[in-house]
Structures are given as structure tokens and as C-alpha cells.
């Protein structure tokens, strides 16, 4: 028998009632591989593919430098704390513009349906001005660039805009203030100016580690939707080698579905993509996760055609 909160909850936010923080402090209290949670992700699902009618999007990722970033986010290997001085070479942290035109072209060729410049905070912000600038120039008029940059005034907002970016990354992550050097007041205000300035926004609930506090967790769930943004998404982090995340450890991939499924229950039909799958993502330049993916031609064509084929197999319309 299912747990009746539950079913309530859940078949509330199919009808259009919003689940309040406590209930999602309810719902997770749940194992991801519980049949409760195996429930909400099933209405979370009939949610979203009401929301996106149906279709899946393939996001493309351009890490546009690696700067030792004073942000310091302990999960990252850009962070300034878990940079080796000894192996860090300032003039060799660019992506050269040309090799960025040439990622971006090369997606948007391949059908990619959004492209994103993804800096450190430690970039210039001028000089990403003229990547945004460089990469509009030379991709088709339909395509959709994002910035996804450090935080950002009102005037920067805009003038990312005019550039020729269309929407951004930001979130006000878990831990923020704590296992980064950021503080949360500039991240919730950024995305403000990001939706004043006119452009969309993307944010997601993320880091996302084993135990999180349910708190914490449920108040990032529950905020999010007050940004307005148009895509949502829950991850978690890459380990990288010595970084200090006071203990912690990445979530078990069930409990991030989980939490996206929670995510688009609280998001209802008011954002339009993600929460329960739908976009698959693409990555070339640097990697903040040190992944070390393949970057030739071929490898990305064929890993643009492998996300559309991923997307399709679960169900979504590409
Ligand atoms: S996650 Fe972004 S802001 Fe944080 S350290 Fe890495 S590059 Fe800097």
C-alpha cells in the first residue's frame, strides 16, 4: 500500500496544486528506489511531457576557459583551492575564439538545439563578450546561445544580450556560501537580472550529495520556480582528486532523478523543459569535471547524433 501522502501529493501536482516545502520534506524521506518514489516519478513524468509536449532537446556545452576561479566551489577543478600552481600556466587557459567558432558551428550544423559558453568566473568578462559576439556572428540566426558566466550586474545582463546570447545558466546552489566562496544574495540577484535584462534562464538544483540535508534540499526545490526560469535540472558533482568537500559524497544517480522528479512537481506546467529528462547534453573545450572527452569532428558529430538517439529511446521526440 502506498504511503496516501504520497499519492496525494503527487496526484495534487498532476491537478495544478503546487506541493508546499513540507510535503517535499515528506517525499524525501523516501528511498529513490522506493515504490513511493517510483510513483512520483511517474505523475513528475506525466507532468513534464505535458509541459514540453513531448520533446527532447539536445544541449550543446562549450567550456570556454579554465581560469583558477576565486569562486572557489570545492566541487570543481577550476576552483583556485584545488588548482596545482606548479602546473598552472595562465596563458594556456583560453580556448582560442576560433576554436570556440568552430565547436559552436559544428553543433549548431548538427542540429543542436542550444549552445552554451560555459566560463569560470574568473574570466574577463569583456573578453567573453567577444566570444558571445564571435560565435553570433558565425552560427545560424536561429540559434540559441546561452551564457553561463559568474555573477552578473544589470548591465552585464544586458550586454550579454546584446551580444547575441539569448538565455543563461545560473543557480543558487547547495552549500552556496559554504563549500563556495560565493555568496547566495549575488546568486539569487543575478538571476533576476538575467530574467529583467530579457533573457531566459536556465537553473537546476545542483550539487546534489548523498545525504543532503532534506531542508535545505526542499528549499532549493521549492525556489526555484520563482525565477521563472524555462529549463530546469538536478545533478550532481564529478569527484575531483583532493578538493575538500568536508565529507561529502555524490548522490546515487536514483536520488538526483528523484529530486528532478520533485523539481518539476513543484514546477508544474508553468516551466517548459526538464525536471524528468527531455534534454541530453553535448560537451567540447575545457571541463570542469575533467572528463577527458573526445574533441574531433567525427567524435562530436557522432556524440550529437548518440544524445538525439538517447532522447528518442526514452521516449521523447526529437
Ligand atoms: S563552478 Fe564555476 S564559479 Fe565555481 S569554481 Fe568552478 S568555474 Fe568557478
Known sequence: MLDERVMRIADGAVAGVTPSRSD???LLRFD?????????????????IRACGGRGFVYAQIGVDSTACPENCRFCSFAAVNTNPAEYDPSQVEV??????HYAKLFDDAG???????????????????????????????????????????????????????????????????ITDVRPIDRRRTMRYVRAAGLDLMTGV??????????????????????????????????????????????LTGFVRYVGALVRLTCGDAVPIGGIGGVAWVDAGCD?????????????RKKVASARQRLKLDGFAV
Request: glycine share 10%; net charge negative; hydrophobic share 40%.
Open 24 to 26: 517535499i520534506v515528506h
Open 32 to 48: 529513490p528506489y522506493s515504490v513511493e518514489a517510483a510513483y512520483v516519478c511517474a505523475r513528475a513524468r506525466e507532468i513534464g
Open 206 to 251: 545542483e550539487p546534489v550529495w548523498a545525504d543532503a540535508d532534506p531542508i535545505e534540499l526542499s528549499e532549493r526545490i521549492c525556489d526555484i520556480v520563482e525565477y521563472d526560469p524555462f529549463c530546469v535540472g538536478a545533478c550532481s558533482y564529478t569527484e575531483v582528486e583532493g578538493a575538500d568537500m568536508g565529507g561529502r559524497r555524490p548522490a
Open 112 to 178: 543542436a538545439d542550444l549552445i552554451s559558453l560555459m566560463a569560470t568566473a574568473g574570466l574577463d568578462f569583456d573578453r567573453y563578450l567577444d566570444m558571445v559576439r564571435a560565435v553570433r556572428a558565425s552560427v545560424s540566426d536561429g540559434a540559441v546561445i546561452m551564457a553561463n558566466t559568474g555573477d552578473l550586474t544589470f548591465e552585464q545582463a544586458k550586454a550579454l544580450r546584446e551580444a547575441g546570447a539569448s538565455v543563461a545558466y545560473h543557480a543558487l546552489r547547495l552549500g552556496e556560501g559554504e
Open 288 to 300: 570542469p569535471r575533467n572528463r577527458g572527452y573526445g574533441e574531433d569532428d567525427a567524435t562530436l
Open 96 to 101: 582560442p575564439i576560433g576554436r570556440i567558432v
